[in-house]
């Protein structure tokens, strides 16, 4: 399988996050970066380091000028002496509210939703990589023999056109969807990260030619709370092209399974030329996030039943967190994949 990452993806890293009123640590850190590389390095997986020269692919879903602010924001933050060390907002729009202001408090709140995206130095060369890796993949797909995996960190499925949210600044499955729709024609995405796919889905909320496909834990129990409900299905020319499968606490192998192939179905019955899996690992049984009981048996089948579909594949990584497993969740989805796909 051909890999693809860029080393600047290290360069976000902030230790803490502040959610439930307190200061917590913060689920997106680098060493996750390290450890997915670790894994496809141990698993002699072709590498390569993705040319940042694409920016362009960024704007064609995100809106121009909240890139520019995601570029210039840590350097109008610091240039105030008495604001912290971490860029956080403390304001937020609502749907009451429709003025975009420019004073950088309120300008960050209109593009912020939580407290969940801190940003510092680091952060716009490590989620304009991240792009960058998602956006290789998809050029290298049309010609590849072989499926591609896009190390993409941080992850970027909650980010819709102007709006970060969820640890996500910008849309890396969505960008390179958009591409693949330029070669491939139809192309469909199935999420199996533990959490809804909500910038994804608005992303491609009235398209006919984009399949989203989502299986996640019950948005009535935790974020993102606003969207991925089953009824939630597209609307004008994408009417029936979003699929939601929102599923119980503690969901486990047999149940997840159930939703994939019921996806798969859906996939099959779409005929899209190719296929984006946004591949979250937080639904493992030993994630922190802890909301489903997903095994390494359960990841390696969902590889080979998602390998199984014989599209054309980019997979683009989406979130996982830090534990003794998370490696061990990539490597057997990795190779289940492949051993269908040979």
């Not at 399988?1 to 689920?27: N, Y």
Request: hydrophobic share 40%.
């Amino acid at each position: 399988m051909l890999v693809v990452h860029h080393p600047d993806q290290r360069l976000h890293d902030p230790d803490q996050v502040f959610r439930t009123g307190k200061f917590i640590a913060q689920p997106d850190r680098a060493e996750r970066y390290d450890i997915f590389l670790g894994i496809v390095r141990r698993d002699r997986h072709e590498i390569v380091e993705a040319p940042l020269n694409r920016a362009e692919a960024v704007t064609e879903v995100h809106d121009p000028a909240y890139v520019e602010f995601l570029k210039g924001v840590y350097r109008r933050w610091i240039a105030h002496p008495d604001y912290g060390p971490v860029v956080v907002p403390n304001v937020h729009p609502t749907h009451r509210m429709h003025k975009k202001p420019t004073e950088l408090l309120g300008e960050l709140g209109w593009y912020s939703n939580s407290t969940s995206c801190p940003i510092t130095e680091g952060t716009w060369p490590a989620i304009f990589a991240s792009t960058q890796a998602a956006v290789h993949g998809a050029d290298r797909l049309a010609s590849a023999d072989t499926p591609i995996y896009a190390l993409c960190r941080p992850p970027g499925h909650h980010a819709y056109p102007d709006l970060m949210t969820g640890v996500c600044y910008l849309n890396n499955a969505a960008i390179a969807a958009q591409q693949l729709t330029k070669r491939f024609g139809k192309v469909a995405i199935i999420d199996i990260d533990v959490h809804h796919c909500n910038g994804t889905q608005f992303i491609f909320w009235d398209r006919p030619d984009v399949l989203v496909c989502s299986i996640h834990v019950d948005p009535r129990l935790t974020a993102p709370y606003y969207a991925g409900y089953a009824d939630e299905i597209g609307d004008g020319a994408g009417k029936g092209t979003n699929f939601n499968q929102p599923l119980p606490w503690a969901t486990p192998d047999s149940a997840w399974l159930q939703a994939v192939d019921a996806a798969a179905a859906r996939i099959r019955g779409f005929m899209p030329g190719a296929l984006v899996v946004s591949l979250g690992f937080d639904a493992g049984e030993h994630d922190p996030v802890a909301a489903f009981k997903i095994t390494d048996h359960g990841f390696a089948e969902a590889g080979r039943r998602l390998s199984a579909l014989n599209y054309p594949t980019l997979l683009v990584q989406e979130g996982g967190y830090l534990s003794p497993s998370l490696g061990g969740y990539l490597g057997s989805f990795l190779r289940a994949f492949e051993e269908i796909a040979a």
